[in-house]
């Protein structure tokens, strides 16, 4: 069975840091890995991916600065790390996986497969 399983999500104050992890079980992390994140009412946006074949990263330029992804392919688990957190980070943030050829990026177009999402809130 395939699954992304997200974690680390919560309340952070505002300039405070998190990790985000996703845990995958039945799929490879060896190609194409992102994370995405969404707020009521908007599309879900990339945050940051790391792309296949190419292996390109890529960040938003709102994180651009404050977030690293990350893998450990031996474990099976991705990262996300964010440092000096905004408000404007608060959403409900997913990690995703695609074995196939990364055509547009950093963009859920690209990925089928998703974890269920673990809300971020920043605030004091």
């Known amino acids: 069975q395939v699954q992304l399983v997200e974690s680390g999500g919560g309340l952070v104050q505002p300039g405070g840091s998190l990790r985000l992890s996703c845990t995958a079980s039945?799929?490879?992390?060896?190609?194409?890995i992102g994370w995405f994140r969404q707020v009521p009412g908007k599309e879900r946006e990339g945050v940051s991916c790391i792309t296949w074949p190419d292996g390109s990263t890529y960040y938003a330029e709102s994180v651009k600065g404050r977030a690293t992804i990350s893998r450990d392919k031996a474990e099976n688990i991705m990262y996300l790390e964010m440092h000096s957190m905004k408000p404007d980070d608060t959403a409900v943030y997913y990690c995703?996986?695609?074995?196939?050829?990364?055509?547009?990026?950093?963009?859920?177009?690209?990925?089928?497969?998703w974890g269920q999402g673990t809300q971020v809130t920043v605030s004091s």
């Open positions: 039945g799929i490879t992390l060896d190609y194409a």
């Open positions: 995703a996986v695609d074995d196939g050829i990364s055509d547009y990026g950093c963009s859920p177009l690209d990925f089928g497969t």
